[in-house]
């Protein structure tokens, strides 16, 4: 309810799986603005700037430019945009750096309906947010929270 | 040579000719009288010229032979003595009146004043009246007239007749023109500086034409020897002063000059002119006469054709005889006038009487020469005999000496022994050798010595000498002892040598800087002759076969190369020889040690230095490695081919007998659920469902995984090495120490991906063949280059062998290594483990571009 009440946060979805939207907009549509979608590294990195969104979440395999790079150029160019990387890898070391520039989210998108928007609220609220990794892969920054 | 053919023939003509009209007349005028016309003579000038009479003779000879009775009127313009145009105006006018109401029948013209006054006036004064002319100017050339004219044209020959006056003094270095200084004279001067222009360049040609006749008188007396002078007329000189008559000048001017003078008008001959190729003009007068005859016969004017060139080569056999010039050298028809009968016309008989006497003195005289004759030749024979031995003596190319062995003095030498030795032959004879320091080395003369006296003759000896000058010399003698007036001489012949020896020497000398070279050069070198076979092979063809030099000679070489090579080899080899031609070939030899080697031969055909062909050189280098690696090399495209389907077949299986067969499964069980319409545990059976697909995606990212680093793309190199180590050390539980330092972030990606496959190929062979379970991967970079070293501390294996067999493993860390210009050093030692290194420069760029993972 509270969520109804505040402004309504502006996100920017980069991704190069166009199937995804349609998840997004049935997850976000509720309580935040889609303010666009992008389907490559460049495009993100426009719109990033040209948006400035209060979230932007990124997949890490894109053509052009891939996520990390994006983040890396968006934080070099002074953009504020809290930016969540939602991705299939599962590896820790994608996850470490991503923290590493600045990440303020990591959602594996086998666990996007129950963690993207804890992910997205965390991120407003200044917190970071890392999906539970399998049993299988051990990491390091679990439970960032 | 004609003898004035026509001048004295005429004269007989013109005697009978005289004799009869005496007694014609009666008889003619009897029979029939003769049609009357009329012919109108305009002349130049008066008759007091030369030219004038000489050209009115001609016109008179033509005329006499008229059918008709001809009324001759001669008119005069007198142009030189009246040239005020004034004058001449009122001398026109005053003809055609004369003639107003007595039309003549042909005019004739006789120079370029009335030819003028006709053209202007005949159509009005003498209308219809046919013109015949003469002389029609002062020069040569052809005047523009209308159909009432034809003629003659006057014709001059400065160039032939200076080329008859060369031909006569050829010594000739000047040629002087002489001329007046008149209208007339200066027009004909332009017409002969332009005819004489070609002899500028290799004459001195100069003009006396414009000075007072005093002053050319002084001047001709003066003219430098070998001079000719050609005198082209003069009416007028410098100072005005006229020569009315012509022959005033050209006696003035023969007189003075000392140099023979020629002309180009026949008037001036027999007044001390030598002569020339002349204008005819009594036989131009002639013609114009003819020509006038012919238009009073009725034929018009421009159906008779203008007459040119009538030139004759003329001399005066007087003026001749003054400059002893030749008859024979005068141009070929040339006429000679007024020659004096010779010697032989006048005493004809006396010669004869004389020469009977004489010839039988001379019968008698002749029978005792004979007799004297014949001891003469004998005498003679004998001198050229002994002329003929002193000049081979003397001028023979090989030295010569005669001396006693006596007192070793030297009797005789020639020339060319003199030159040898650098004294003359007057210094020499009567001296001993000993005496000229002749001998270099004495021991040599004693040798010499008694191997003549012991033998009686030396053969060839090589002996040392010194010349005068100190020169020494090797001359090759031979000698024979002889008896010169009872004594035992030497005679002995010399040839120099030293350059010979000097030659040989030198060819000596570089045929063993050859044989060193080819000996010591890592080829092996065979050389053939004319006739295909071998004449030498070097050390390491020696060497490299075990045979030993006479063995590989001829065609022995041939033995070595392999049954299977041997007639093709031989075919390329005989062929390009034929040809003279380059070749190339690879045969298989035997080694020392029994192993055909391949050998790659090339030779080349070679030429003296004369460019004859002597025969070929080849060399030849040991190219069985490098045909085994290109083998090798041709092999691995199909090992590349084989690796891709196997990785293809092994995706494959993956695929369809893991995924797929997961896959299947969940769906049955999915569908079991669905059929069962059952809620219980319906939660519990999702969530393991979910569970199986998350695993079936891990696998699944696995799979891609292997096939291509996408970690490596996203995180850079030093992560995903790290991340590899420790994938590895994982699955298969050994230790791997990971080191990185310095590693730039944003590698160009083909240097990336090359270490990256580097380091998975060598540390999955590492784990799979070394037999330990400790590695070191070591990773470190600049902004100028990326190293990378892994390393075992397992058994090793043989890097040679590894390479030659089917793995593709080391042939494609190599082939990475070397695409991005790096290089890989593989080291491996029985039971001491392998080493992988691994350096690949990096591109230049922007050091402030580069951020290292150590920072990121």
């Known amino acids: ?145 | 040579m004609a003898k004035n053919p026509k001048m004295p023939r005429a004269w007989p003509h013109f005697a009978i000719a005289s004799v009869l009209f005496c007694f014609l007349p009666c008889r003619v005028g009897e029979a029939q009288p003769k049609p009357v016309r009329r012919v109108l003579i305009f002349n130049e000038v008066g008759t007091a010229y030369p030219g004038i009479n000489l050209m009115d003779q001609g016109i008179r000879s033509a005329l006499h032979t008229s059918p008709y009775k001809l009324e001759v009127y001669r008119e005069y313009m007198d142009t030189l003595l009246f040239p005020d145009p004034a004058d001449q105006q009122r001398f026109r006018d005053s003809y055609i009146r004369k003639y107003q109401n007595r039309q003549p029948d042909v005019i004739i013209t006789v120079g370029p004043s009335p030819l003028k006054f006709m053209l202007e006036t005949h159509r009005s004064a003498f209308p219809g009246v046919p013109i015949a002319f003469c002389l029609p100017n002062w020069g040569p050339g052809t005047p523009v007239l209308d159909s009432d004219f034809s003629g003659v044209e006057n014709a001059f020959a400065p160039f032939e007749t200076i080329e008859a006056a060369l031909r006569l003094q050829p010594s000739t270095k000047h040629i002087v023109v002489v001329g007046g200084a008149g209208t007339h004279d200066k027009l004909l001067e332009e017409g002969v500086r332009d005819r004489l222009r070609p002899y500028e360049r290799n004459f001195d040609l100069s003009y006396l034409t414009n000075l007072t006749m005093p002053d050319l008188v002084e001047t001709l007396k003066r003219l430098p020897n070998h001079t000719v002078v050609l005198f082209t007329g003069m009416a007028q000189d410098a100072a005005g002063t006229k020569f009315v008559s012509g022959e005033e000048a050209i006696e003035k001017v023969v007189a003075a000059a000392n140099a023979p003078v020629f002309g180009m008008n026949d008037i001036n001959l027999g007044h001390g002119e030598v002569g020339g190729k002349v204008s005819y003009i009594r036989e131009q007068g002639r013609i114009a006469g003819d020509i006038a005859l012919r238009m009073l016969n009725g034929e018009r004017p421009q159906d008779i054709r203008r007459v040119r060139d009538i030139t004759a080569y003329m001399f005066d056999s007087r003026a001749l005889q003054r400059w002893g010039f030749k008859e024979s050298d005068l141009p070929p028809g040339s006429i000679v006038l007024n020659r004096q009968p010779g010697f032989w016309e006048l005493y004809r008989e006396y010669v004869f009487i004389g020469i009977s006497v004489l010839l039988a003195q001379t019968v008698a005289i002749v029978a005792l020469l004979r007799q004297r004759a014949q001891r003469r030749r004998t005498q003679t024979a004998l001198l050229r005999s002994e002329e003929k031995f002193a000049k081979a003596f003397h001028q023979s190319p090989l030295a010569f000496t005669l001396a006693s062995l006596v007192d070793y003095r030297f009797l005789e030498v020639n020339d060319t022994f003199a030159r040898y030795a650098g004294w003359t032959r007057d210094e020499v004879l009567g001296r001993t050798p000993l005496q000229l320091n002749l001998w270099v080395d004495t021991n040599q003369r004693t040798t010499f010595i008694e191997q003549l006296r012991a033998e009686g003759a030396v053969r060839n000896m090589e002996l040392l000498f010194r010349s005068k000058g100190g020169r020494v010399w090797t001359g090759l003698v031979s000698s024979e002892l002889i008896e010169v007036s009872g004594e035992p001489a030497a005679l002995s012949l010399i040839a120099d040598i030293t350059e010979a020896k000097r030659a040989e020497e030198a060819r000596r000398e570089s045929e063993g800087r050859f044989r060193l070279v080819a000996n010591t050069a890592p080829v092996m070198i065979w050389m053939a002759g004319l006739n295909k076979l071998c004449t030498y092979v070097n050390q390491p063809w020696l060497e490299f076969t075990g045979r030993s030099f006479d063995q590989e000679l001829g065609n022995g070489w041939a033995e070595g190369i392999h049954s299977e090579d041997r007639e093709n080899c031989l075919k390329t080899y005989f062929e390009a020889f034929d040809r003279r031609e380059r070749f190339e070939e690879q045969y298989r030899l035997r080694r020392h040690d029994g192993e055909y080697r391949w050998i790659f031969d090339i030779g080349v055909p070679r030429f003296e230095p004369n460019g004859s062909f002597a025969g070929y050189i080849g060399s030849c280098i040991d190219v069985t490695e490098r045909k085994e690696a290109e083998e090798a090399l041709s092999s691995v495209g199909r090992r590349l081919i084989q690796a891709q389907e196997v990785e293809r077949s092994r995706i494959g299986r993956e695929l369809h007998d893991d995924i797929n067969q997961r896959l299947a499964l969940l769906t049955v069980d999915m569908d079991r659920l669905d059929q069962s319409g059952s809620t219980n545990g319906f939660h519990d059976v999702l969530q393991e469902f979910k569970d199986r697909v998350m695993e079936i995606a891990k696998d699944v990212q696995t799979l891609s995984h292997q096939l291509h680093s996408s970690k490596l793309e996203y995180l850079g190199l030093a992560v995903a090495a790290k991340g590899f180590c420790r994938e590895i050390s994982e699955m298969h539980n050994v230790r791997i120490d990971f080191t990185q330092k310095g590693v730039p972030r944003n590698l160009p990606q083909e240097v990336a991906l090359c270490v990256f496959r580097v380091l998975q190929e060598g540390l999955q062979n590492a784990v799979k063949y070394s037999g330990t379970d400790h590695f070191e991967v070591d990773l470190s970079g600049t902004s100028a280059d990326i190293k990378l070293r892994v390393r075992d501390f397992g058994r090793g294996f043989s890097v040679d062998d590894a390479v030659g067999t089917e793995g593709l493993g080391l042939v494609s860390m190599r082939e990475r290594v070397s695409l991005v210009k790096g290089e890989i050093v593989i080291e491996s030692k029985s039971m001491s483990g392998t080493e992988i290194t691994v350096n690949v420069p990096l591109p230049v760029a922007d050091p402030a571009s580069q951020v290292t993972s150590g920072a990121a």
Request: glycine letters at 6%; one cysteine or more; a negative charge.
């Open chain 1, 1 to 145: 309810m509270e969520r109804n009440t505040r402004h309504c946060p502006r996100i920017l979805w980069a991704d190069d799986f166009p199937e995804i939207f349609a998840h997004a907009e049935r997850l976000l549509l509720n309580d935040y603005e889609i303010a666009g979608f992008a389907r490559d590294g460049e495009e993100a990195l426009n719109l990033g700037l040209t948006l400035s969104p209060d979230i932007l979440l990124l997949d890490l395999s894109m053509p052009i430019l891939g996520g990390l790079e994006v983040a890396t150029r968006l934080k070099e160019l002074g953009c504020r945009s809290k930016i969540i990387f939602v991705t299939v890898q599962d590896d820790p070391d994608c996850v470490e750096t991503a923290f590493s520039l600045g990440a303020s989210g990591y959602v594996l998108k086998s666990r996007i309906g129950t963690d993207l928007l804890p992910a997205i609220d965390a991120a407003l609220a200044g917190f970071t947010f890392t999906s539970p990794f399998p049993a299988h892969v051990r990491t390091t920054s679990q439970e960032r929270r």
